[in-house]
């Protein structure tokens, strides 16, 4: 038996995507069609940005709770959240949450620091790139990064919030990431981290003038050794 993974969920693209990556790539750890078993659980994302735009991280971590409790209720026994700009909440859930988590930005950062990276390029939302989220967990492998200029992060967060969680994908959107990523490049990052899990559904390895960290797919990959390790 693996452990059971519980996602909580905040936007649907990115949910999906580290839902999906779980469910196939399980079988090369567990035989053919095998998977470990995984719940979901999401409010209204619409619950998520009203606190955002509030700046109420603690109405965020209860939302974040909330699930953590109806996954704990279900059986997980383990949890993830495949979306990192909430994790800015993350000091004020792990101490009341029933179950232990992976923290997303810890997951990339031990992946950087693994591939040899010295300098990452942050992208995500606004809210996330203006956060500690990932300067804490990069620092803490002695990694440096560099944030997009204010313009640049008002492009990529409009392109978040206004196409990628609404599974609109334009060939713009690429091109303005590829520019971006780009002057990053010649700032002096070697590798970019893709900080909204709806990122790697437009930009990865194949288009990107950067090495990528997905940190969708990463996390899903973290969880998925962890409930096979744990069984």
């Not at 640049?152 to 971006?180: N, S, T, W, Y």
Request: proline content about 6%.
């Amino acid at each position: 038996m693996t452990q059971h993974i519980g996602i909580v969920a905040c936007s649907a693209e990115g949910a999906a995507l580290c839902y999906r990556t779980i469910c196939a790539e399980g079988p090369a750890m567990l035989g053919p069609d095998a998977h470990p078993e995984v719940t979901m659980h999401t409010p209204s994302l619409a619950d998520y940005v009203d606190c955002l735009q509030r700046g109420d991280m603690e109405g965020v971590a209860a939302l974040m709770l909330d699930s953590a409790r109806k996954l704990a209720d279900i059986g997980a026994d383990l949890l993830i959240c495949p979306d990192n700009t909430i994790h800015q909440a993350f000091d004020l859930v792990a101490p009341q949450s029933p179950l232990p988590w992976l923290h997303i930005a810890e997951v990339v950062a031990q992946e950087a620091a693994d591939r040899g990276y010295r300098c990452l390029a942050l992208t995500g939302t606004r809210w996330l790139v203006e956060s500690d989220v990932y300067p804490k967990a990069l620092a803490a492998h002695g990694l440096e990064w560099m944030r997009p200029e204010t313009e640049e992060c008002d492009l990529i967060d409009r392109i978040i919030m206004e196409e990628l969680v609404k599974g609109i994908f334009r060939p713009e959107a690429i091109a303005a990431f590829q520019r971006i990523l780009t002057r990053l490049k010649r700032g002096g990052c070697d590798a970019a981290i893709l900080g909204c899990t709806e990122i790697p559904l437009i930009i990865d390895d194949t288009n990107a003038p950067l090495a990528t960290l997905d940190s969708t797919r990463l996390l899903a990959r973290a969880a998925l050794r962890r409930a096979v390790r744990a069984s």
